[in-house]
């Protein structure tokens, strides 16, 4: 499975982006796909991560009410709807692939390239 994100970028505080993770190759109902989050000097993290094939997610605490995953099984994409960013949310961030729902990285065995987000005070 190849994964593609995208849609990072400058935002104030307060603001939103979405960020979106095209797969390609074979996806499986069963997968399970994450986002994670590496900022400066610190462990990449686990934020958040759903099914394809049903409507279960979990997130990290520290973005619950602000961030949401969703996925279009159509366009095989999945996406991160960020609102509210703050400057910690400050990251690169990175979807994954895995075959179990997990926030644990071990768990995620491919991964897309990083997509800068930056959010000002």
């Known amino acids: 499975v190849q994964l593609q994100a995208s849609g990072g970028g400058l935002v104030q505080a307060g603001g939103s982006l979405r960020l979106s993770c095209s797969a390609s190759g074979r996806i499986f109902s069963s997968h399970i796909m994450g986002w994670f989050r590496q900022a400066p000097g610190k462990e990449r993290e686990f934020v958040a991560a759903?099914?394809?094939?049903?409507?279960?997610?979990i997130y990290t605490d520290s973005v619950k009410g602000r961030f949401t995953i969703s996925r279009d099984n159509a366009k095989n994409t999945v996406y991160l709807q960020m609102n509210s960013l703050k400057p910690e949310d400050t990251a690169v961030y990175y979807c994954?692939?895995?075959?179990?729902?997990?926030?644990?990285?071990?768990?995620?065995?491919?991964w897309g390239q990083g997509t800068q987000v930056t959010v000002s005070s």
């Open positions: 759903t099914r394809w094939s049903r409507a279960s997610t």
């Open positions: 994954a692939k895995a075959n179990s729902l997990s926030s644990d990285k071990r768990e995620y065995n491919s």
